[in-house]
């Protein structure tokens, strides 16, 4: 069954050090998404991303963030000056078409992020 | 969108019927209602979908009554293994140009032996 595989699994990193979370979602999927959940807490949308743009972001993606589709496969997600409140488990997801009604959202297994 | 109310948490034992039911009061005419489950440390995935009236599948079914305020999630026989959080979204992905999900907080489910 074809899945969304995200690495690293987990990263620590330094308050202030910059941080690049990869995903790889579905091969025929056309949509992607990054959503976080910090510990404890609910799953928050951070952004979408279609047809090599954002076609929308959260209030939490601010300019720290940024996503890019660098070559046919990739979605990485970039945070560039990481802050103690990043840290988080980060969900890469993708689907086919647009979501809700026209088809699931498929989420990787999460890269967590420790940022000391 | 839509906003959802569901109950925090639920308890029931192993193979029992769990029904879980979430109010959205105002939910749009293209709004459909998914169901996603989590467990610890994992994405969430998909469990069903549904415009109105029943849909079933294997995991699942899903009840939304002609009004479609509410929706419940029925899990038929519960194990162990369905301890999870379980989220009811509601949205469309042509009304105001939708296309994402927005997580509530869930219902914590705890299946006991």
């Known amino acids: 069954e074809p899945e969304v595989t995200q690495t690293p699994s987990h990263q620590v990193t330094q308050m202030g050090q910059e941080v690049i979370l990869r995903c790889v979602p579905i091969?025929?999927?056309?949509?992607f998404y990054w959503y976080r959940q910090i510990l404890g807490q609910k799953v928050e949308f951070l952004v979408s991303f279609y047809n090599n743009e954002i076609s929308e972001k959260s209030e939490i993606f601010d300019d720290q963030f940024s996503v890019e589709r660098p070559d046919g496969s990739n979605f990485t997600l970039k945070i560039r000056s990481t802050k103690l409140e990043d840290s988080a488990m980060y969900f890469c997801?993708?689907?086919?078409?647009?979501?809700?009604?026209?088809?699931?959202?498929?989420f990787g297994e999460g890269s967590r992020l420790t940022v000391l | 969108l839509a906003k959802t109310t569901q109950p925090i948490s639920m308890d029931s034992y192993e193979g029992q019927e769990v029904n879980i039911t979430c109010s959205h009061n105002?939910?749009?005419?293209?709004?459909?209602i998914t169901w996603y489950q989590q467990f610890p440390s994992q994405g969430p995935r998909f469990i069903i979908q549904g415009y109105k009236t029943k849909v079933t599948n294997e995991v699942a079914s899903l009840f939304i009554p002609a009004d479609r305020k509410s929706s419940t999630l029925s899990l038929p026989r519960v194990s162990l293994s369905d301890t999870a959080v379980y989220y009811c979204?509601?949205?469309?992905?042509?009304?105001?140009?939708?296309?994402?999900?927005?997580f509530g907080a869930g219902t914590r489910l705890a299946v006991h032996p």
């Open positions: 979204l509601v949205g469309g992905a042509f009304s105001g140009g939708y296309n994402k999900l927005i």
């Open positions: 997801a993708s689907s086919v078409g647009r979501t809700v009604n026209t088809g699931e959202l498929f």
């Open positions: 105002n939910i749009a005419t293209n709004d459909y």
């Open positions: 091969s025929n999927h056309l949509y």
